[in-house]
């Protein structure tokens, strides 16, 4: 009897003093997020900030390790240098830190099933409402979670977060997004902006901004979704072990193609790919050696950049995206080509119908090139930019977008593009159909 009231009572002592040590520790870590305060990013309800990403070199993995909240100290940092890193704990002007917009709201689940989709794109001067479109057929038509990264210049900046504030919490429910400053290296920042058009050449630098991002979508600001984004982002499970990036060619015809009639520098394949749609594997990029022209020596993405510009600069015409057409001619091996329905663009239906497979399965990804969203050149493009960016959310998809759309395409039948604009709407009532579907069964 007597042992058992000595070990009845180590095991109280050993109770009580277990309990002060989990108190003491509990009041610590208040106390320590209370002088952090709201220069700490915040972690949406049931997410997870970018920090959480485990880094692969295999998109859609599963896996992820315990997010690591970061203090922003208010010092002045207004660059970034991409041949290092900013220390983790600094922040400033322009920080890169994740800022979620979804303070106190539902975030999407981020198991390995239900994984987000990365989508960057970059937008300066009258880019809002294009860009304001693109972000709006993605979200409409994805059934997966979707995370913006929205660069923009500093007039942009606030538009961009007034409207994605004002719509509906539905749509909301769908991303969260950060919105990032324009920046590009120092000392070379009015170069890069100016190289074609405004800002462009940012996406050149996102595997060195985004560190901890695995796997993106690069997407220019005239861009329109007519099928779920998670549709395109499944080409990354088609990449074998070296490919890195995947584009679709410039030109499907030889006789019409661009590059291999009129470039003055090295360019991928036959007729050279199309930057507007880009998917990244940005581990694999940031990790991998390029073969080059410029010296025996193979060289990391980040080393490359500024040598490949000095030499090519007098001789490219379409900027950033003639550097990547000169890094995967020397390196083919690290770039899957995707087909033409999935970056469809005046040139497929202007000069004759020279893409094939939109023939057949319809057009997945429409690219309003050459200002055609805004201009009457090719009417069957605006109709559908107008279609999509007029539709209220929410609201009956087949009446209120496919209908009205439907009707402006008839009007656009003596028009190159417009006499095939059927291509345009084939994909797109399927997505509709699919979106409706779940909408009535979700009820």
């Known amino acids: 009897m007597r042992c058992y009231r000595r070990a009845l009572f180590l095991c109280s002592a050993f109770t009580f003093f277990s309990s002060l040590y989990v108190f003491n520790h509990l009041a610590s870590t208040l106390e320590d997020t209370d002088e952090r305060g709201l220069g700490e990013p915040r972690t949406p309800a049931g997410g997870s900030p970018d920090t959480g990403n485990v880094l692969r070199k295999n998109p859609g993995l599963t896996g992820r390790r315990v997010p690591q909240l970061v203090r922003c100290k208010s010092l002045s ?4 240098n991409p041949f290092g890193r900013l220390p983790a704990d600094v922040c400033g002007l322009n920080c890169f830190l994740e800022s979620s917009f979804r303070d106190g709201m539902d975030s999407e689940a981020e198991d390995g099933d239900n994984e987000s989709s990365h989508i960057a794109v970059v937008a300066c001067g009258p880019r809002l409402d294009e860009t304001l479109a693109m972000l709006k057929s993605a979200i409409i038509f994805s059934k997966k979670p979707l995370k913006f990264h929205i660069f923009a210049d500093d007039e942009l900046q606030d538009s961009f977060r007034n409207a994605l504030y004002s719509w509906p919490r539905s749509a909301q429910a ?4 950060t919105i990032y400053p324009i920046t590009f290296p120092s000392g070379n920042e009015k170069e890069w902006k100016k190289l074609f058009k405004p800002c462009a050449s940012q996406r050149l630098f996102l595997p060195l901004i985004l560190k901890e991002v695995d796997s993106l979508l690069y997407v220019d600001t005239d861009i329109l979704f007519l099928q779920p984004v998670e549709d395109i982002w499944a080409f990354f ?25 009129f470039a003055r520098h090295p360019y991928y394949g036959n007729t050279g790919v199309n930057s507007g749609v880009m998917l990244m594997n940005m581990t694999r990029l940031r990790e991998t050696f390029f073969k080059n022209d410029m010296t025996t020596v193979a060289l990391h993405w980040s ?4 040598p490949l510009l000095q030499k090519y600069k007098l001789n490219i015409t379409w900027g950033d995206q003639d550097l990547l057409n000169i890094i995967f ?24 119908l020279n893409c094939q497979q939109a023939e057949k399965d319809g057009v997945f990804i429409l690219h309003g090139s050459r200002g ?25 998809m087949e009446t209120s977008l ?28 399927q997505s509709i159909a699919s979106v409706q579907q779940e909408m009535t069964g979700g009820r």
């Not at 499970?237 to 584009?247: D, E, I, P």
Request: aromatic letters at 16%; a positive charge; proline letters at 7%.
């Open 77 to 80: 940092v207004s660059y970034w």
């Open 174 to 177: 769908k991303f969260n997004f």
């Open 237 to 261: 499970t088609q990449f074998n072990k070296s490919q890195l990036a995947a584009m679709a060619p410039e030109h499907e015809e030889p006789r019409i193609g661009w590059y291999n009639r």
């Open 303 to 306: 080393e490359m950049l500024m």
């Open 329 to 352: 001619h020397h390196n083919p091996e690290r770039l899957y080509v995707f087909p033409c329905q999935w970056n469809y663009r005046p040139d497929h239906c202007v000069y004759g």
């Open 372 to 396: 055609v969203y805004h201009n009457e050149k090719q009417p069957a493009f605006r109709a559908v930019y107008e279609a999509i960016r007029q539709y209220p959310f929410g609201e009956n």
């Open 402 to 429: 496919l209908q009205p759309l439907d009707a402006s395409l008839r009007t656009t039948a003596d028009s190159y593009c417009g006499r095939v604009s059927h291509l345009f709407t084939k994909r797109l009532k």
